[in-house]
């Protein structure tokens, strides 16, 4: 079975400084990677998600991630975060063969701070 | 606009008193799914859907059940409540062949006392 491991659940970073959110998954097969973001007291939106070809990837709001697949890694980069980035962030992954099933990370609560 | 609604968005009840969630949306999509939010737990699957008439057990479908019997619709009840189902809830609908992407409906904060 597949699993995912977010081991930072808080981060806490300055206004206009880089972050790097950490994701790593566990699967024997392979697998799509997505990254989510939760506003305070809304639903999940998909931020980016890599499927095949470029290891880096682009989503909105700036975001990109980078797979990698020899360190079984998924992490999420912004250059310079804004206050409006404060949210909580999943990274799920999901089989490639079949069924659409996500398997969640435990989340990181991104707090940007003036 | 396309959207996953779901009602209600808060909810306070009492232990063992029925209740029913429900999750409704506009895009057509086959495969709707149930997850709770805990602190510390991520999003964990109750139920899905690959179809109407077609449900299955996600990773914690204990105290749950479901159905669909349209495809814009499905319904999550809790036939007897208790204070460990206090939590987040969250449907989710999807394309079969839409590699997973999920699209989330604003969540309903349940409450059992």
Redesign the interface.
């Known amino acids: 079975a597949q699993s ?1 491991t ?1 081991l930072d ?1 808080q981060v806490p970073v300055f206004e206009e400084a880089p972050v790097e959110l950490r994701c790593n998954y566990s699967s024997s097969v392979s697998v ?1 990677l ?1 990254w ?1 973001v939760q506003y305070p ?6 931020l980016l ?1 890599y ?1 095949s070809g470029s290891t880096l990837v682009k989503g909105i709001n700036g975001f990109e991630a980078e797979f990698n697949k020899s360190q079984t890694s998924f992490h999420l980069r912004k250059p310079s975060v804004h206050i409006s980035d404060t949210a909580e962030y ?1 990274c ?1 992954v ?1 089989l490639t063969g079949g069924g ?3 398997t ?4 990181t609560q991104l707090k940007v701070e003036l | 606009e396309a959207q996953v609604t779901q009602n209600p968005r808060y909810l306070i009840t009492v232990t063992g008193k029925k209740l029913t969630v429900t999750c409704s949306q506009n895009m057509n999509h086959e495969y709707m799914s149930w997850y709770r939010q805990d602190p510390g737990l991520g999003l964990r699957q109750i139920y899905y859907s690959m179809n109407v008439e077609v449900t299955d057990k996600g990773d914690v479908p204990e105290g749950y059940k479901v159905s669909r019997k349209e495809k814009r619709n499905f319904p999550l009840i809790l036939e007897s409540p208790s204070p460990n189902q206090t939590s987040l809830y969250f449907c989710a609908s999807s394309r079969p062949s839409g590699f997973g992407e999920q699209y989330f409906g604003p969540g309903t904060r349940l409450t059992v006392t």
Not at chain 1, 41 to 46: A, D, E, K, S, W
Not at chain 1, 104 to 107: D, E, I, K, L
């Open positions: 995912v977010q659940s799509y997505f989510y007291n809304q639903g999940l939106q998909l998600k499927l999943f799920a999901k659409n099933k996500l969640f990370g435990t989340g």
